[in-house]
């Protein structure tokens, strides 16, 4: 494992940044994988890790057709909670919570993982009963939440306009004690440092352009670096995952929208917990460089746009004026959206796609960062056993045509 002393920071800082040792290397594809990972976005890379690190698997690549971290792990408002309604996701999602609080560690890399605090309000009586429900579920299943009344809501975030002539007045809250943040790019830079260092290929620049079956069995892939053979195909390619899908012959329970956020100009710290309003649509919290990072819904029609639109920044900061009166004096400065790829229960699909010897991993919709160490452990697991693990096994495409839906829908908490 690379380590790295303050004597070495120092003296890279006095050299102008000339020597630096690459984070992870830059090679050109093999002709042949064991595995071979599409998408190195966080799920894609921590995929990769715990292939190599858990499973002993080491000969495989990871192809992105652009830059590591480019598509929605680098464009997402990096929200990490486990308040999920249904066993099946509590299991999967605080998997994946608890997987964070030791993350730069494990991964000697700092994430930036902030354990600050999550918290959903209640702006209607339904949407108090709701929340409640889902705060009985969280603790049968031993996640740690609690019901925060509207005076502890107000000392949470005082911030927040308490006053009782609201037009979505604060009636409580759904609080995560130990949700929180984490720096989404040093997520997947730090998953690549980690599975470089255990002899994984990360090729960027570099897209599947076809899936290879031979008698029903995945053989390789082509891509724009021409053809790379494979005895296990991995496909993580988010809201591509139909694209990619269609290039090995089947179809996916999947449909295609952008998300979109936008952040502030920098102000000093005003808030320091997540805030999600989900009656209203819209969200905040404050970044390290004192942005507010903001977000609403998804756009309501399918599509594979990464640009943000003009609607989306007056829709949301309407929304989320009344409740956090300070934004009516903030410039926004920047915003952008993500392809994100919904199920029809707004739950993953993880596990083993029609044809021997391909595997997905899509269908995080609006809610997939905080996955991100839970999915690469598991989806890793099902790859190398060829079957899925416990966590994996309720998440297979099949629950569509057996009716086993994971219903996620008011959990997900974005608009969608
Ligand atoms: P991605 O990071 O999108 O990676 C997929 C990769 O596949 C991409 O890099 C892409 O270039 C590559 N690819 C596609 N096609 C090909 C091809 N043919 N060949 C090679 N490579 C290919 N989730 C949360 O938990 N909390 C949040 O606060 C949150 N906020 C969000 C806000 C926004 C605006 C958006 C857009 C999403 C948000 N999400 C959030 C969702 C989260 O970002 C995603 O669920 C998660 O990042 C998905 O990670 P991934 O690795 O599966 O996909
Ligand atoms: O899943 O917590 C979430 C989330 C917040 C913003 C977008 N997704």
């Known amino acids: 494992m ?11 800082a006095m050299s102008y940044h000339q020597g630096w040792e ?17 998408g190195a976005g966080g799920h894609g890379l921590a995929t990769a890790y715990y292939l190599a690190k858990n499973h002993g698997v080491r000969n495989v690549a990871v192809i992105e057709k652009g830059w590591l971290g480019g598509g929605n792990t680098g464009r997402n408002t990096t929200i990490i909670r486990s ?6 996701s509590a ?6 919570r608890g997987l964070f609080e030791d993350l730069s560690q494990k991964l000697n890399f700092n994430i930036m993982f902030s354990p600050r605090g999550v918290l959903m309000l209640a702006q209607t009586e339904h949407e108090k009963r709701a929340l409640k429900r889902t705060l009985h579920a969280t603790r049968l299943n031993g996640v740690h939440t609690e019901w925060a009344e509207p005076s502890k809501v107000k000392s949470l975030c005082p911030i927040i306009n308490d006053s009782a002539d609201a037009r ?36 960027q620049n570099c897209a599947v352009e076809g899936v290879d079956v031979q008698g029903g069995r995945v053989v390789g892939v082509q891509t724009s670096k021409g053809a790379i053979r494979c005895k296990k195909l991995g496909i993580v390619v988010a809201g591509h995952s139909s694209v990619l899908a269609d290039m090995a012959g089947f179809r996916m329970p999947i449909e295609s929208v952008a ?8 102000i000093k710290p005003c808030m320091d917990i997540v805030v999600m309003a989900n009656t ?7 970044s390290d460089k004192g942005e507010l990072v903001i977000g609403g819904g998804a756009d309501g029609f399918n599509n594979y746009s990464q640009r943000g639109s003009f609607h989306h920044v007056e829709e949301t900061v309407t929304a989320l004026v009344e409740t956090f009166p300070i934004i009516s004096r903030l410039k926004m400065l920047r915003q952008w959206g993500g392809v994100v790829d919904m199920t029809g229960d707004r739950s993953p699909i993880i596990g083993k796609a029609p044809v021997e010897g391909i595997f997905v991993n899509c269908g995080w919709g609006t809610g997939g960062f905080k996955a991100t160490p839970g999915s690469g452990h598991c989806f890793a697991a099902t790859i190398a056993q060829g079957e899925p693990d416990d966590v ?24 969608h």
């Open 2 to 12: 690379k380590r790295y002393s303050v004597f070495a920071l120092a003296r890279n």
């Open 22 to 38: 690459r984070a992870w290397r830059a090679p050109e594809p093999k002709s042949e994988y064991d595995v071979v990972i599409v």
């Open 83 to 88: 308040n999920y309604l249904q066993d099946e």
């Open 91 to 96: 299991a999967l999602y605080e998997l994946s």
């Open 168 to 203: 979505f007045p604060i009636l409580g809250g759904l609080w995560q004690p130990r949700g929180g943040t984490a720096r989404h790019d040093a997520v997947a830079w730090g998953f690549a440092r980690a599975a470089d260092d255990l002899g994984v290929d990360v090729i």
């Open 259 to 266: 998300l979109q956020a936008l952040v502030s100009e920098p």
């Open 280 to 286: 209203v649509h819209g969200y905040m919290s404050q």
């Open 392 to 415: 994996a096994a309720p998440f297979s495409m099949g629950r569509f045509a057996e009716g086993r839906m994971i219903d996620e829908s008011v959990a997900a908490a974005v608009a």
